[in-house]
Antibody, heavy 121, light 108 residues
């Protein structure tokens, strides 16, 4: 059974930091790129960041570039999102997902349950 | 940036109805278009990728079509468990991707 278990969320003050983790099982983790997608309360989905299967390629949405850092440890089947200089508008549920590339597209196949990040004073 | 516009933003339909949800891209994205279903309190789930390919395990009442800038998700016979919000997502501008604003489907 595929599982993606996210952790590390919580309440943080503006300007603070958090590190999210996403532990994967049930599939060959190091064969897949991974991604983080967030959803602000009552809002839609927003892609945040992605990392290649080997970790050499890291990509960010403009809204988080320079503040968030994605990384992965393939020996632990885990992807991370280090979030610094957090703002109120970063408040959201953060989902991790594996990123599948096929001949005619790319999509997010398996999703974790989400980790809530609240930025407030 | 490519903008994705879904319509309608919400709809109400009866069990057994055929419904369609539209997604328009601000520029051509070929068939780099995916559809996701999200139920309240749950993570999204992929239904369709590459505009028309049904993800394994997804019921055949779901189908997708379109190319370029106009895409459609169709549910041929709405079931009670289909109450959810549906999102389109373009992957043409990889690695960045963008989602549509969502369509909430309510069962009458």
């Amino acid at each position: 059974e595929v599982q993606l278990v996210a952790s590390g969320g919580g309440l943080v003050q503006p300007g603070g930091s958090l590190r999210l983790s996403c532990a994967a099982s049930g599939f060959t983790f190091n064969n897949y790129a991974m991604t983080w997608v967030r959803q602000a309360p009552t809002k839609g989905l927003e892609w945040v960041s992605g990392i290649s299967s080997g970790g050499g390629g890291r990509f960010y949405a403009d809204s988080v570039k320079g503040r968030f850092t994605i990384s992965r440890d393939n020996s632990k089947n885990t992807v991370y999102l280090q979030m610094d200089r957090l703002r109120a508008e970063d408040t959201a549920v953060y989902y991790c997902a594996n990123d599948v590339t096929v001949a005619n597209g790319r999509y997010f196949q398996y999703w974790g349950q989400g980790s809530l990040v609240s930025v407030s004073s | 940036d490519i903008q994705m516009t879904q319509s309608p933003s919400s709809l109400s339909a009866s069990v057994g109805d055929r419904i369609t949800i539209s997604c328009r891209a601000s520029q051509s994205i070929s068939t780099y278009l995916n559809w996701y279903q999200q139920k309240p309190g749950e993570a999204p789930k992929v239904l369709i990728y590459a505009a028309s390919v049904l993800q394994s395990g997804v019921p055949s009442r779901f189908s997708g079509s379109g190319s370029g800038t106009e895409f459609t998700l169709t549910i041929s016979s709405l079931q009670p468990e289909d109450f959810a919000t549906y999102y389109c997502q373009q992957s043409d501008t990889t690695p960045q991707v963008t989602f549509g604003g969502g369509t909430r489907v309510e069962i009458k």
